[in-house]
């Protein structure tokens, strides 16, 4: 079931592509982890064109968004800590369909 994600739609070919950098003991897991991953990236991406921010490709704008938003932090556990946090608000502001964060899938099939 492909996902939109303030309109832009992640397809069930890129959900497919994704699984395969998600092992996970079953397939629903894989596809669950692979949504999320997707989701993550492209609210991340959305956020960089909103603020402008530019980079030869999405890894790399991606990376300026978090420097520009997050900076650096003291070690690997704080930095996690405060990209999960940046994600929390910006999943907060987006209008996400066929997928529930709690891992049901919506009732309107998208």
């Not at 405060?82 to 987006?94: E, P, T």
Request: proline share 2%; charged share 20%; no cysteine.
């Amino acid at each position: 079931m492909p996902i939109t994600i303030n309109g832009v739609e992640i397809t069930d070919a890129a959900i497919y592509t994704e699984m395969q950098h998600h092992p996970a003991s079953s397939a629903e897991i894989a596809n669950y982890s692979a949504k999320l991953a997707l989701v993550a990236k492209e609210l991340l991406l959305q956020e960089a064109a909103r603020l402008q921010i530019k980079g030869d490709d999405g890894e790399a704008r991606i990376a300026a968004l978090i420097e520009q938003e997050i900076g650096s932090a003291a070690d690997e556990a704080s930095h996690h800590q405060a990209v999960s946090q940046y994600l929390a608000r910006l999943i907060s502001r987006a209008t996400i369909n066929g997928i529930d964060l709690m891992g049901n899938y919506s009732s309107s099939g998208r």
